[in-house]
């Protein structure tokens, strides 16, 4: 089973900038794809983006959508979240997770209706002050 560690977080003031990166214990598989999802306290899960391997794509929340971005480096099977603009409503606990983009997918296994979650790490804090 696919591993995935964290690295980076941390906190900053409203405006700020913070990245996290995560990285993939090797065997991929074809339909591997990386994001990442968040939880804030008394909130539920929410998805923030993911980038696939074998299609190169990247998928954002409408959330997050222009001033997060994911990079990937698929030799080094990592990922990169770099989050500009950060508000205080980003604060929240920040999960890499590691899988399979798929047709269809519905239930807690899925980050989003496009992605099966097969591994996640043990998170990372972002707090974001005013």
């Known amino acids: 089973q696919v591993r995935v560690t964290e690295t980076g977080g941390g906190s900053v003031e409203a405006g700020g900038s913070l990245s996290v990166s995560c990285a993939a214990s090797?065997?991929?598989?074809?339909?591997?794809?990386m994001g990442w999802f968040r939880r804030a306290p008394g909130k539920g899960r929410e998805w923030v983006g993911f980038?696939?391997?074998?299609?190169?794509?990247?998928y954002y929340a409408d959330s997050v959508k222009g001033r997060f971005t994911i990079t990937r480096d698929t030799s080094e099977n990592t990922a990169h979240l770099q989050m500009n603009g950060l508000q205080p409503e980003d604060t929240a606990a920040y999960y890499c997770?590691?899988?399979?983009?798929?047709?269809?997918?519905?239930?807690?296994?899925?980050?989003?209706?496009?992605?099966?979650?097969?591994?996640w790490g043990r998170g990372t804090q972002i707090t974001v002050s005013l």
């Open positions: 997770v590691a899988g399979s983009e798929v047709e269809y997918c519905s239930g807690d296994e899925c980050l989003t209706n496009r992605f099966r979650i097969r591994s």
């Open positions: 090797a065997p991929t598989f074809s339909d591997f794809a």
């Open positions: 980038t696939t391997w074998n299609d190169e794509r990247t």
